[in-house]
């Protein structure tokens, strides 16, 4: 079962879609993990964040690899071997969540400004484009740079790319927008 998670974690953080979390209340363990693998977070200032495992006599098996990728090693160490609880501001100067709003209204117009951002781009070029971006992290540049230049090449050809082109030439928005 711990195994079945450490995968749910990699579907979620390799969904073509963009995936938001709103993180309110106690966010643990395999919660916190889950905030790792969004591609925006937003917080509110009182969520509590942590990584209590070691001091239940565990360890964060399959959330650690998330937790170091998005928060860097030093931290993930810090946080991981003193079981610290932190708050959403505190969570916030430390990269792992992007938004913090003090309360539920101003949580919830974040989330819709968020949402118009994200509809506003192609979702073919988004899930290309997070896929270059975590792709960023395990491959060599040069073979980067020339699977980049070849999903650009199709991408400017391809249907969304053509839209996105005519919507600026004639100053308009384009399809997936309106």
């Known amino acids: 079962m711990n195994r079945a998670f450490g995968a749910l974690l990699q579907e979620v953080q390799h969904a073509p879609q963009v995936v938001i979390t709103v993180l309110q209340g106690a966010v643990l363990g395999g919660g916190l993990g889950l905030a790792c693998v969004s591609d925006v977070a937003l917080a509110d200032h009182q969520a509590q964040f942590g990584l209590p495992e070691t001091s239940l006599g565990l360890l964060p098996a399959q959330i650690a690899p998330f937790v170091v990728q998005r928060i860097g090693l030093t931290q993930a160490r810090r946080l991981a071997l003193t079981a610290a609880r932190f708050d959403g501001t505190h969570a916030r100067?430390?990269?792992?969540?992007?938004?913090?709003?003090?309360?539920?209204?101003?949580?919830?117009?974040?989330l819709d400004e968020v949402l118009a951002?994200?509809?506003?781009?192609?979702?073919?070029?988004?899930?290309?484009?997070?896929?270059?971006?975590?792709?960023?992290?395990?491959?060599?540049?040069?073979?980067?740079?020339?699977?980049?230049?070849?999903?650009?090449s199709e991408a400017v050809t391809g249907a969304e790319g053509i839209e996105g082109t005519m919507a600026f030439v004639q100053k308009r928005k384009p399809g997936w927008a309106s």
Do not use: I, Y
């Not at 100067?93 to 949580?107: I, P, Y």
């Not at 971006?133 to 999903?151: F, H, K, P, R, V």
């Open 93 to 110: 100067r430390m990269g792992l969540v992007h938004f913090v709003e003090h309360d539920a209204q101003a949580l919830a117009e974040r």
């Open 117 to 152: 951002h994200v509809l506003c781009c192609a979702p073919g070029a988004n899930a290309l484009t997070k896929k270059l971006l975590l792709a960023s992290a395990g491959q060599t540049c040069d073979s980067l740079l020339d699977q980049a230049a070849e999903w650009f």
